[in-house]
């Protein structure tokens, strides 16, 4: 079993995918913070139903840390640092690229919604992640087509056109 703590963008990305249980099925124990669950629950995200946010309310946990990071992070992003290192968690499950190069700079081990589909199809979880790429493109999500197609070519599917 792996510990992963799961920030708000990358949560985001799975849930409008509706592929946030890929987390546990994956790594194992998933946690997040208490400044996560506050940025998820004050959006009206149209995909987040109460089924969903039952399911995440028994990940929350508190950081026991003053949070130190605050200043060159956001709050969600920068607890989520703080309870990685308290739990010595084994990934950091973060989207956005500065959280992702000022927590690689801590020496936090991060995954980003993209490298855990590759990793659920490569372990027969998913048959295809192109229609999950094209319903991130659809609801707006910020991946560049060109990078997603990067992927899916490399993973031997078939590019996005547009």
Not at 79 to 88: A, C, D, G, Q, R
Not at 126 to 147: C, D, G, H, T
Request: glycine letters at 4%; charged letters at 25%.
């Amino acid at each position: 079993m792996k510990i992963v703590i799961a920030d708000t963008s990358a949560l985001i990305s799975l849930g409008i995918i509706q592929q946030i249980h890929l987390i546990e099925k994956i790594f194992g124990d998933l946690y997040i913070t208490d400044a996560v669950w506050h940025e998820l629950i004050k959006h009206d995200y149209l995909w987040m139903d109460k089924k969903m946010l039952r399911m995440l309310k028994k990940h929350v946990t508190s950081i026991n840390t003053y949070n130190y990071l605050s200043v060159i992070m956001d709050y969600g992003e920068s607890e989520s640092v703080i309870l990685y290192k308290e739990l010595n968690a084994d990934f950091l499950l973060v989207d956005d690229y500065k959280a992702r190069t000022i927590s690689e700079s801590l020496d936090v081990n991060c995954i980003g919604s993209i490298g855990l589909l590759i990793k659920a199809k490569s372990e027969g979880y998913i048959s295809s992640i192109k229609p999950l790429f094209q319903k991130w493109l659809a609801n707006e999500r910020y991946f560049s087509v060109s990078m997603l197609n990067e992927i899916l070519m490399e993973i031997g599917e078939t590019p996005i056109i547009r």
